[in-house]
């Protein structure tokens, strides 16, 4: 069965610092990735999307995620962290079923101290 | 203009009670969901609609029943709530396509007491 891992529930980093943000998946097929931030009270927005080609994504706000075919990951990073970027994250797979149907993972909730 | 759209925003009731909620989206997508986030922010798909066809109907109580009038709009009917169903609830729509984006709305608070 199709599956999302996100290991860490909660991250901590400093303003300035680097972050990554991990993501394993379980899936039979190749699959679409992707990487969704929630601010706070709000909806979902699609920070970067994967499906083929050059492994390495750069998606908006900064983002970038890179596959790795290998170990079953989808990990987000970015050099240098905003205050704006606290948030909870979430990576998706998809599609399952034969529809456009994702699966989620439990999300990263990401602070960020000054 | 705002692309996904859900009303209410909060919704606060009773047990037993009968509810809806709302979606509408001026994105000209042909599919819509609805997504149920629960209280440890865990996001799960409920139904999927392609161009007011369901297409996607997971295991979920047969109190909830998805409505959509036209491709535009995707509306939630709950019956008798339960405490259970206290959750953020996910309108969001797509092009139609396997892997495509899916935009979502602002989300309703459901809190049942």
């Known amino acids: 069965a199709q599956s999302v891992t996100q290991p860490d529930i909660h991250i901590t980093v400093s303003e300035g610092a680097s972050l990554e943000l991990r993501c394993n998946y379980s899936?039979?097929?190749?699959?679409?990735l992707f990487w969704y931030v929630q601010s706070p009270g709000q909806g979902l927005q699609l920070l970067l999307k994967?499906?083929?080609?050059?492994?390495l994504v750069q998606g908006i706000k900064g983002f970038e995620a890179e596959f790795k075919r290998s170990q079953s990951s989808f990990n987000l990073r970015k050099p240098s962290v905003h205050w704006s970027d606290a948030a909870e994250y979430f990576c998706a797979v998809g599609p399952s079923g034969g529809y456009n149907k994702l699966i989620f993972g439990a999300g990263t909730r990401l602070a960020v101290h000054p | 203009d705002t692309a996904v759209s859900q009303t209410p925003k909060y919704l606060v009731t009773q047990m037993g009670n009968d509810k809806s909620i709302k979606c509408e989206q001026n994105?000209?997508?042909?599919?819509m969901y609805w997504y149920k986030q629960d209280s440890k922010k865990f996001l799960k798909i409920m139904f999927s609609y392609n161009n007011k066809e369901l297409i996607i109907n997971e295991t979920v109580p047969n109190r909830f029943s998805p409505k959509s009038p036209d491709k535009a709009h995707l509306n939630l009917h709950i019956n008798s709530l339960e405490l259970g169903d206290s959750a953020v609830y996910f309108c969001?729509?797509?092009?139609?396509?396997?892997?495509?984006?899916?935009?979502f709305g602002p989300g309703t608070r459901l809190t049942v007491l």
């Open positions: 969001a729509s797509s092009p139609i396509g396997r892997g495509n984006e899916q935009f």
């Open positions: 994967y499906f083929s080609g050059d492994t």
């Open positions: 899936y039979g097929a190749t699959p679409y």
């Open positions: 994105l000209g997508h042909d599919t």
